[in-house]
């Protein structure tokens, strides 16, 4: 990997903030609509140019996805910015659509078990809901993108083989699906499942591009990232200030920072085309906002660089 490109031939890496989607959806007090519109503006000022904002799911189900619609509509469109929504069925696919979404994620468990829970139903039959949305989104300008969750293991079942991930892809790259997320629902990936993933996909579809998703529940989030970076992966999913962990998961805990991630990327030669320091001050506010600490580190720590006066520490004594 090389540290010493200059700025304008430093590779890109392409950031999707999910923070206001996965992040928020398991806080239990509701977070106003208008508080979610200003953490995406706040981010989309500071550089981030694609989000999973929300999610087009059940009110019952996931209830601080009720205003989903609200979100996407009171945000400030602008150039270059893509809006993607997570979406269970068709009726969650027409109701993205009327909300004017740039993307649709869909979702299905390589874990039978993980998906009966997060679905309410078996593989086979989620992967035709899959079929449903794609046919909605037929003659409308958005896009389709397939999330394969517990791609490296699960909670219930433990190891998931690489042939159980391949059969929830190759379900996708039928229904000419071209993007592909894999999710670390419950941060079980290792550098190891990542890499063995990776190759069996790009072997089996190569004309797939990947996203990696991953969340920090045993601290090997960013680990993993040095891998798929390794692996020639740009896409990478995240959430800012550390938010996040599925609820019908047990031990989810949040998904990789984006703050720390741009840090790592930045900090290694590549460019994020976002603004750190701005970014902090968005990570900052959310903190404010949840009411507790949040995982974050560069948040706490600033950037490596960061200058302190003489004066702001005492001095050793005796």
């Known amino acids: 990997m090389d540290f010493t490109a200059t700025h304008a031939t430093?590779?890109?890496v392409a950031i999707t903030e999910v923070g206001t989607r996965d992040g928020f959806q398991?806080?239990?007090?509701?977070?106003?609509?208008?508080?979610?519109?200003?953490?995406?503006?706040?981010?989309?000022a500071a550089g981030?140019?694609?989000f999973e904002a929300t999610s087009f799911v059940s009110p019952r189900a996931v209830p601080q996805m009720a205003d989903a619609h609200d979100v996407i509509a009171q945000v400030a469109r602008r150039d270059g910015v893509n809006l993607a929504a997570l979406v269970p069925n068709a009726r969650g696919a027409e109701r993205a659509i009327g909300a004017n979404v740039d993307e649709m994620v869909c979702f299905v468990s390589a874990s039978e078990t993980h998906n009966r829970k997060n679905l309410n139903a078996p593989i086979e039959p989620s992967l035709r809901h899959v079929a449903d949305i794609v046919a909605v989104a037929n003659g409308h300008p958005v896009t389709v993108r397939g999330a394969v969750a517990c791609a490296?293991?699960?909670?219930?079942?433990?190891?998931?083989?690489?042939?159980?991930?391949?059969?929830?892809?190759?379900?996708y790259a039928k229904l000419g699906i071209t993007r592909l997320t894999l999710g670390d629902t419950t941060g079980m990936a290792t550098p190891p499942t990542v890499a063995r993933a990776v190759a069996a996909i790009r072997t089996r579809f190569p004309q797939l591009e990947i996203t990696?998703?991953?969340?920090?529940?045993?601290?090997?989030?960013?680990?993993?990232?040095?891998?798929?970076l390794d692996l020639g992966i740009r896409r990478y999913e995240s959430s800012i200030a550390g938010l996040g962990g599925c609820p019908f998961a047990p031990g989810a805990t949040g998904n990789i920072c984006t703050e720390d991630l741009v840090y790592l990327l930045e900090e290694s030669g590549f460019d994020t085309g976002i603004d750190l320091e701005a970014l902090i001050a968005v990570a900052?506010?959310?903190?404010?906002?949840?009411?507790?600490?949040?995982?974050?580190?560069?948040m706490k720590a600033g950037s490596r660089l960061r200058?302190?006066?003489t004066d702001s520490v005492r001095s050793a004594t005796g």
């Not at 490296?152 to 190759?170: K, N, S, W, Y």
Request: charged residues 20%; glycine residues 12%.
């Open 307 to 309: 200058r302190y006066g």
């Open 152 to 171: 490296f293991g699960c909670p219930f079942e433990g190891e998931v083989p690489v042939d159980a991930v391949l059969r929830v892809v190759d379900g």
């Open 48 to 50: 981030v140019r694609a």
């Open 284 to 298: 900052r506010q959310v903190e404010t906002i949840i009411g507790r600490p949040l995982p974050g580190q560069v």
């Open 212 to 228: 990696l998703h991953f969340h920090n529940t045993r601290g090997a989030g960013l680990a993993n990232v040095m891998v798929g």
């Open 26 to 44: 398991s806080e239990p007090e509701f977070i106003a609509t208008q508080t979610k519109v200003q953490v995406i503006d706040a981010l989309v």
């Open 10 to 12: 430093r590779p890109k």
